[in-house]
């Protein structure tokens, strides 16, 4: 599977590039399917206006709403009641998996529950694009302060398809969204290599090698919380 691991969706030129490079064919052309399923676990998110806003592509985020040849709704706590032969061919056949910000861990836990992390290995050419909490999951790790939900069993653990972690929505000090202070206290609880992202900012991985496409700011922190790159 290929990542593209946004903090805000597809905010610029760059990450457009980016994802019509991982597709290898245009965005019209293209099979999505959205997994709105992390908003339903946020108190910020859905159900509601915020749900209804991100599948109909309205929403201020541009994910769904890029023109893609078809678009359809795949929501994950709905697979369980329904058999895989219902479901599975459609992941099988979309190009592109779109997936919302919301809850972080709700999303990991029904993931599991609806058998979608078991099948993400076999999806070699299907690329995900991931929001905030759709694409934190992807880590091995989120840190206590992004921790709200908590899945019945306490598995805090998130999927780990990729080795380093990811602090969202990076803003200056005074502006809205997470400030570099409050990155850097999250950055003690972390034991791995961890990139801080704002929302001009991508992380592509494709066959293990990481890219990241940014119009914006980002740093990426090693294990032992030295700044090893920047860009503004």
């Known amino acids: 599977m290929k990542l593209l691991l946004t903090d805000s ?9 980016a994802l019509v490079g991982m597709l290898g064919k245009p965005i019209a052309e293209s099979r999505a399917l959205c997994i709105p399923t992390a908003m339903y676990g946020h108190p910020m998110g859905g159900p509601g206006t915020k749900a209804w806003q991100f599948i109909s592509g309205t929403s201020q985020n541009p994910m769904v709403g890029l023109g893609w040849e ?13 058999d895989a032969e219902r479901w599975v061919p459609l992941v099988e056949e979309a190009d592109v998996l779109l997936v ?12 599991r529950e ?7 290995p076999s999806l070699d050419d299907t690329v995900w694009v991931g929001l905030s909490a759709g694409s934190m999951v992807m880590t091995p790790e989120v840190g206590e302060d992004f921790i709200q939900w908590r899945p019945p ?7 780990g398809l990729v080795d380093f972690s990811i602090f969202p929505h990076l803003a200056p000090d005074g502006m809205p969204g997470n400030s570099m202070a409050e990155a850097e206290s999250w950055l003690e609880g972390i034991n791995r290599p961890a990139y801080l992202i704002d929302g001009q900012t991508a992380i592509a991985v494709v066959d293990g090698a990481v890219e990241v496409v940014s119009e914006g700011t980002w740093h990426l922190m090693n294990g032992d919380r030295t700044a090893t790159a920047a860009r503004e």
């Open 153 to 159: 069993i306490g598995d805090v653990s998130t999927l």
């Open 100 to 111: 919302a910000g919301g809850d972080v861990l709700y999303l990991a836990h029904w993931m």
């Open 70 to 82: 078809s678009v359809g709704v795949l929501e994950l706590t709905a697979l369980p009641s329904i």
């Open 9 to 17: 969706g597809i905010t610029n030129p760059s990450i457009q590039a």
């Open 114 to 120: 609806s058998g979608l992390a078991d099948l993400l």
